[in-house]
T-cell receptor
Framework: AQSVTQLDSHVSVSEGTPVLLRCNYSSSYSPSLFWYVQHPNKGLQLLLKYTSAATLVKGINGFEAEFKKSETSFHLTKPSAHMSDAAEYFCVVMVAGGYNKLIFGAGTRLAVHP | DTGVSQDPRHKITKRGQNVTFRCDPISEHNRLYWYRQTLGQGPEFLTYFQNEAQLEKSRLLSDRFSAERPKGSFSTLEIQRTEQGDSAMYLC????????????FGQGTRLTVV
């Protein structure tokens, strides 16, 4: 079975400092992995996706993630946090052979302080 | 706006009443998904349509839940005899066929059962 585990339920950073949101995955197959962001009263928005091409994936708004098979990790990073980055972030794995069904982690709430 | 739209955005209902939600996917997408998100959790898969065919249903979808997608366009999700445990955000997503294509989410319908 495939799953993702987000290691931190809450992360708090100061504006201008780096962001690290951690995610480990479990998959018998070569996984497709995604990060989605959810702002209050807004829909889920795709930040970036990994589908077995380059292991370092760049996304929108300066975010990037690195797929590390040896560590079964797909951590999300950003060099410098902005106040507008405050939101809920979800690490997601796509079920192989399952009509592209998505399995979400529990989420990490990112707070950005001035 | 050519994104996924859901109606209504909010619904408050009394326990025991029936409710119906609507989802209009991106027009060229033939895959449609329903997810449910409870407070503090990531979305959980409920059901999947390929065109008008409902191809997968989660065990979360009890007999009180029914979903349809007539003519492979919009979809409805009906909950009969609502219970307080049904209170959640109901999310609809759509995607194109072929490969590991990303899903686009609507803003959701927040259901409160009182």
């Amino acid at each position: 079975a495939q799953s993702v585990t987000q290691l931190d339920s809450h992360v708090s950073v100061s504006e201008g400092t780096p962001v690290l949101l951690r995610c480990n995955y479990s998959s018998s197959y070569s996984p497709s992995l995604f990060w989605y962001v959810q702002h209050p009263n807004k829909g889920l928005q795709l930040l970036l996706k990994y589908t077995s091409a380059a292991t370092l994936v760049k996304g929108i708004n300066g975010f990037e993630a690195e797929f590390k098979k040896s560590e079964t990790s797909f951590h999300l990073t950003k060099p410098s946090a902005h106040m507008s980055d405050a939101a809920e972030y979800f690490c997601v794995v796509m079920v192989a052979g399952g009509y592209n069904k998505l399995i979400f982690g529990a989420g990490t709430r990112l707070a950005v302080h001035p | 706006d050519t994104g996924v739209s859901q109606d209504p955005r909010h619904k408050i209902t009394k326990r025991g009443q029936n409710v119906t939600f609507r989802c209009d996917p991106i027009s060229e997408h033939n895959r449609l998904y329903w997810y449910r998100q409870t407070l503090g959790q990531g979305p959980e898969f409920l059901t999947y349509f390929q065109n008008e065919a409902q191809l997968e249903k989660s065990r979360l979808l009890s007999d009180r839940f029914s979903a349809e997608r007539p003519k492979g366009s919009f979809s409805t999700l009906e909950i009969q005899r609502t219970e307080q445990g049904d209170s959640a955000m109901y999310l609809c997503a759509s995607s194109a066929t072929g490969g590991r294509t990303e899903a686009f989410f609507g803003q959701g319908t927040r259901l409160t059962v009182v």
